[in-house]
């Protein structure tokens, strides 16, 4: 039993210890956690300390922010390219709202999209705050702010939106402020300021001004759906414009009014009923009563501008006040505008037709001036310069298929294309734009030309891929089928703006250099903040394909392009039309024998500016808006107008051949290309570029090769046998002789003699040359004269019938004008030959 009791005491002791031991380690891990607790809010509790240090720090230093600044409109200033103000941006014209005229069914717009909590937070919304935190996170992008209504205000009144500027210091200062504003106004004043600074697009500034030019209604008569419109719009007011994004417009105010049903604040009935009315029926046309002829010349300038600024740097410049320096020639600006307006030096049919152009500074890409319109009476109409996605037809023949062939093919501009029946690989047909067909061309002439076949043929000698690779380099990107892809179609045109096109010529103009087109230089923010702005530059083809579609090019103007012809300058161009299909033509009513166009496009260049223009309808298919044969040169008279304009009192300059090309003389037509021969006639030749090293060695003998003429060439008559003995000597290459007599061809074969009859008096001219296929050499002549004894006698009785020659009296061939003094042996002649009267041989070129 001791024994027992020990062990047991024992076991019972283990227990114990074993226990002890188990407590002491779920004692341990619970030290550390309680420890890393403690010290999280050690270190929460610094963080909120020194957050609030900062936060402090900065608030202090917050700029005074007055009545009249939340009242009033930050204005921006815009500059041309020679520092001089255009135009000051602000809302000076707007109609000021009072508390009391705001509509309830405007507030709750407004707050269900901007800041739910509007009545609840005190300037700054943490639960917002948080709440856009979470959704970004989520987002992994910026999707929603945190600011609320007051801060807004603040950031329109005093701040920039500038990305730079949103620091911590800018933050917290606007937060600061926020909570003074909440401090000092009612919320009702909070939002009538905010809603009186609102831009609304249009040059429209304030809710209540909007909702007049808009709608053509006081404030207060406005609906759920006008009201819907009028708080999702100032978030972006370009992309949300109503007048010329519609169908961004009402994407936005729907959005509004599902919140607005999210939140109970409308009902499904007339949730329905505001989400059916479309955006047309809501607006009216804009009066702009404010608009002056500047705002009108500068309009798609502008609207390029603001577009840029704010994809770059964030910013509203109709809202944030800031200086934008622009690349604008404001002359030249004027000039376009004036040239499309005025039908003076440019006539246009009539008020309903439309243009568009862009200048670009060749070696920068600045964009000169732009059009997007003409006869438009109201500020931030239509840009076409920048929107317009109509094909621009052949001018697109250089960028699709030429251009590539000759950067990836190392084509020659005499390389030989066949202007034939012809179609697509789908066994489509397709024309070219005479219906008819030219047969053997080259390259420089099909281009310059503007033959449809060749130019399908040599996109199809290139490939689609490498095309399509060709345009990417000038940012280029067309669309078929929703697709980043070149069909075939493409060889003859494809849809891109304005601007991009006068950027790839540009390109072209450039020895191959692209440079992105842009309007803005310097942008200074409200807060001092200086951005300066240069363009994205890349070798987009090599200097060589760049020269030698220029060189072509400079053909076009004058002859292809009449109206655009210019005296005393170096340019270049290329037109473009597009074509309505059989069925478009009998809906605009007209036969097939009719000439109509839906699109005139002309682009041009010279070594400082690239021109692209654009003449057209809005709507091409409606009956009379298509283009005669005609009007479809309107466009070279536009490029022709400002290219003499801009090239005033500049330099006149050529481009200059790069040292990798070589210019060579060929014989057109010849595959491969092959030197002219020595009898190619010169409509057959003509003056073509190579890359260096790739120029043809070999010469054509399409029309003969030079063949050393026959030597020793003699003959004499014999009285006795009546026949004229003729002989030369042997060949020496290749080939047989050919004797004629008075034009007859007596003679052919390889003997060195032959005898010809001479039964009767009078001149007997024997023509000797040598033959070789469809070569010859020149033609060697002697002329012989067989007379009576009485013509040098004078005694008829005598002689009458009577002629005599000595055997040894010859006349040799020689060159005409010079004297045959031996035989074919050497052999001296006689002086005299009383009945031979030989005249001085002669020779001939003569090839077949």
């Known amino acids: 039993m001791a024994t027992g009791s020990r062990v047991e005491r024992k076991k019972y002791r283990n227990k114990n210890n074993n226990k002890g031991n188990k407590n002491k380690r779920n004692r341990k891990p619970k030290k550390i956690v309680k420890r890393i607790f403690i010290l999280l809010i050690m270190l929460f509790f610094i963080a909120v300390i020194g957050g609030a ?59 269900a999209i901007e800041d739910t909590r509007f009545y609840n937070h005190n300037g700054v919304d943490p639960i917002r705050i948080v709440g856009s935190l979470i959704a970004n996170l989520r987002a992994g992008g910026i999707v929603q702010g945190g600011s609320t209504i007051t801060q807004q205000l603040v950031k329109l009144s005093v701040f920039s939106t500038d990305f730079q500027d949103q620091t911590l210091e800018r933050k ?9 504003i909440e401090q000092e106004y009612s919320k009702e004043e909070i939002l009538t300021l905010y809603l009186n600074k609102l831009f609304y697009s249009n040059n429209v500034y304030g809710a209540k001004t909007a909702a007049k030019e808009f709608f053509g209604k006081d404030i207060q008569e406005i609906n759920l759906a006008e009201a819907a419109l009028l708080a999702g719009l100032p978030q972006a007011p370009s992309i949300y414009d109503p007048y010329t994004n519609p169908a961004e417009a009402k994407e936005r105010r729907d959005l509004v009014l599902a919140v607005m049903l999210d939140r109970e604040m409308i009902s499904q009935q007339q949730y329905d009923e505001a989400v059916n009315t479309s955006i047309e029926s809501m607006l009216v046309p804009l009066s702009n009563s404010s608009t002056n ?6 309009d798609a300038y502008l609207d390029v501008v603001a577009q840029e600024v704010q994809d770059k740097m964030n910013i509203n410049i109709y809202t944030d006040g800031v200086e934008v320096y622009t690349n604008m020639d404001y002359q030249a600006q004027e000039k376009l505008y004036d040239t499309v307006n005025n039908n003076q030096a440019v006539v246009f049919p009539d008020d309903q037709m439309q243009t568009a152009a862009s200048i670009v500074d060749v070696d920068n890409g600045q964009l000169v001036a732009l059009i997007g319109g003409r006869k438009q009476e109201v500020a931030m109409g239509l840009n076409r310069a920048n929107t317009l996605n109509r094909s621009i037809g052949s001018t697109m023949k250089p960028l699709s298929a030429y251009g590539p062939a000759l950067e990836y093919l190392n084509f020659s501009t005499g390389t030989l294309v066949v202007d034939e029946p012809y179609t697509y690989s789908s066994g489509q047909e397709f024309y070219n734009y005479d219906f008819e067909y030219e047969g053997n061309m080259t390259l420089r002439e099909a281009l310059a030309g503007s033959r449809n076949i060749p130019a399908l043929k040599v996109l199809q000698a290139v490939g689609l891929d490498n095309a399509y690779a060709f345009l990417q380099k000038m940012d280029i990107n067309i669309l078929n089928d929703n697709k980043r892809e070149l069909v075939e179609a493409n060889a003859l045109g494809g849809g891109i703006t304005p601007i991009q096109l006068s950027a790839a010529y540009a390109a072209i103009a450039n020895y191959g250099e692209y440079n992105k087109p842009y309007t803005v230089n310097r942008v200074v923010t409200s807060a001092g903040t200086e951005e300066i702005f240069e363009t994205e530059t890349r070798q987009a083809m090599k200097d060589t394909t760049a020269y030698m579609l220029t060189d072509i090019l400079k053909d076009v103007p004058g002859v292809f392009a009449s109206s655009s012809d210019i005296e005393g300058i170096y340019h270049a161009g290329k037109t473009g039309t597009t074509n309505y299909t059989e ?35 809005d709507n091409p298919n409606e009956p009379g808006n298509y283009l005669t044969l005609e009007e479809t040169a309107i466009p070279q008279h536009i490029y022709r107008e400002m290219m003499t304009y801009l090239m005033t009192d500049v330099p006149v300059t050529d481009w200059e051949k790069p040292e990798s090309i070589v210019e060579v003389e060929i014989e057109k037509y010849t595959d491969p290309i092959l030197l002219p021969g020595p009898y190619t006639p010169a409509e057959a030749k003509s003056n073509e570029l190579f890359i260096r090293g790739q120029e043809p060695t070999e010469q054509s003998l399409a ?17 006795e046998n009546k026949v004229i003995n003729a002989q030369w000597a042997p060949l020496t290459e290749s080939g047989q002789f050919e004797l004629s007599v008075n034009g007859q061809v007596v003679y052919t074969g390889t003997n060195t003699a032959f005898q010809i009859p001479a039964e ?20 060697m002549i002697i002329t012989l004269t067989l007379t009576t004894q009485e013509d040098f006698s004078g005694d008829e009785s005598e002689s009458e019938d009577e002629t005599t020659s000595s055997d040894d009296e010859s006349e040799e061939s020689r060159p005409e004008g010079t004297e045959t003094e031996s035989g074919p042996n050497g052999n001296e002649l006689p002086e005299e030959n009383p009945s031979v009267s030989g005249t001085e041989s002669e020779s001939e070129n003569n090839p077949l």
């Open 53 to 111: 240090g900062v936060f402090g720090y900065y608030a202090m230093n917050s700029p005074e922010i007055s009545f009249s600044d939340l009242q009033g409109q930050v204005s921006s200033k815009i500059y041309d390219k020679s520092g001089d103000l255009v135009k000051e941006l602000g809302g000076q014209n707007k109609d000021v709202m009072e508390a009391s005229e705001i509509p309830q069914v405007l507030e709750d717009a407004v707050i």
């Open 172 to 180: 917290s200062q606007e937060a600061w402020l926020a909570m003074q």
């Open 293 to 298: 002829k500047v705002d009108l010349v500068i």
């Open 583 to 617: 069925d478009q033509l009998a809906t605009l009513g007209l036969d097939q024998g009719t000439y109509a166009a839906p699109d005139g496009w002309y682009v041009g260049m010279s070594p400082q500016y690239s021109i692209s223009s654009w003449v057209g309808y």
């Open 703 to 719: 029309y003969g090769r030079y063949i050393n003429p026959p030597t020793g060439f003699y003959a004499e008559y014999d009285q």
């Open 760 to 779: 009767s008096y009078g001149e007997y001219v024997l023509r000797l040359r040598i033959v070789d296929g469809n070569s010859s050499s020149d033609v």
